[in-house]
Each structure stands twice: as C-alpha cells, then as structure tokens.
C-alpha cells in the first residue's frame, strides 16, 4: 500500500461545479497536512494547510479525519484556472528525521 | 527578490558523466529539500538540509551526495549519472521545517541520461 494514495483523474468538470478530492495516508503517526497545486511542467505552489477543525480559504474548504486517515478538499464553483493537479503532502518529523511524503496528484480539468 | 532559482532548467548527460545542480534561495530560509519528480511516482525526497552546513537523507538518496557550504546555496550532484535518474528535479526552502511551513520550490531541472 502506497503512503499517500490520491485518485489520478482526471476530473473533468464544468465551470461553476463543485468538485471534491481525497487522500489517504497509511502512517497514524502523520503529523501535518498541505495540499499543493501543480500546473503543467511548473513547480508546485502551496494552496492550504489542513487543519484538524478544516479550514476554508475562498471557495477552497480542507478537512482532515484522522480517525479515517484521509484529508479532502473541497472546491466550489470551479473556475477555468483552477485546472492544475492537486497534491496531497504528508508529514512526519520524527527522531530528527523529516519525512515529506507527496502523493502522486488528481488532476482537475475545468470545462467551459 | 527572486525566490528560489535553479541551475540549469535543463541538460542532457551520458551515462556516467556527473554533474551539479545549483539551487539558491534568497528568502534566508533554514530549511533546504532536493526532489526528483518522475511520472506516477509523486515528487520524492532526495536530501534535505536543517541549516548551514547540515544535510541529510531523504527517501531516495542513492546515487546523490549533496552539499549546504552556504546559507543561500544547496547544491546537489550526481556523480556517476544513471539512466534511472532521468527525472525532474525540484528544489525547495522554508523558513521552518516541512512539517510547520509553506515550502518554496523552484521552477525544476530537467534531466535525461542517455
């Protein structure tokens, strides 16, 4: 089992829907959680920390379940540039050891 | 202030030749991470660095040392590249480590070994 699992995509959505992705993590342990946005051959860019009371940022929504192992994110009336891959990070600093644990993306396609 | 920039965006070597990848930061982070990006695969931790003068192993650090003489500068070489190592590099800052703050990456090295 992967450490980070997301669904690849692509989610093909029209302008104005609400879409919805999830990611699970198999480490308990896993201390902190990010989604980072990723267009096409660019770098990743941070889009929101998740919290364990889920926090919102615009039409951006974040949650996490530890009791299941997954986080999601919420994305309401879907514009044409919010087509990118999603990333799901994971971490764990433990014993002086940092462990970063990116998942491999769900990409998101917004139609007109 | 230019971020986090990476040298070069792009170079092609033969099997065995090394070379160095050039990652500078100018936002005085702490925090350095090199990563490669490889299709299905998710960006991986190759090392990453606490501070001046410190580094240390990721999750894929085979084939890779890496080097943190300054501040501003992570440096990350192969030296007898690989076929396997055709990839996507980023490199990444933070003030703080992963677990507590946003992380910067550069715009990516592309490399194919022949």
């Known amino acids: 089992r992967k450490e980070v699992e997301q669904d690849p995509g692509p989610f093909n959505v029209p302008e104005g829907a609400t879409v919805a992705f999830n990611c699970t993590y198999s480490?308990?342990?896993?201390?902190?959680f990010f989604w980072y946005r990723q267009d096409c051959r660019k770098e990743p860019k941070l889009l929101m920390s998740v919290y364990s009371s889920g926090n919102e940022d615009g039409r951006f929504t974040a949650q996490l379940n530890r009791a299941s192992q997954y986080i999601s994110l919420l994305i309401r009336d879907s514009k044409l540039s919010d087509s990118a891959t999603y990333l799901c990070?994971?971490?764990?600093?433990?014993?002086?050891?940092?462990?970063?644990?990116f998942g491999t993306g769900t990409k998101l396609q917004v139609i007109p | 202030n230019a971020g986090v920039t990476q040298t070069p965006k792009f170079r092609v070597l033969k099997t065995g030749q090394s070379m160095t990848l050039l990652c500078a930061q100018d936002m005085n982070h702490e925090y350095m991470y090199w990563y490669r990006q490889d299709p299905g695969m998710g960006l991986r931790l190759i090392h990453y660095s606490v501070g001046e003068g410190t580094t240390a192993k990721g999750e894929v650090p085979d084939g890779y040392n890496v080097s943190r003489l300054k501040k501003q500068n992570f440096l990350l070489g192969l030296e007898s590249a690989a076929p396997s190592q055709t990839s996507v590099y980023f490199c990444?800052?933070?003030?703080?480590?992963?677990?507590?703050?946003?992380?910067?990456f550069g715009p990516g090295t592309r490399l194919t070994v022949l």
């Open positions: 990444a800052s933070s003030s703080r480590g992963a677990s507590t703050d946003t992380q910067y």
């Open positions: 990070v994971v971490t764990l600093f433990s014993g002086g050891y940092q462990k970063v644990t």
């Open positions: 480490n308990s342990a896993s201390q902190s």
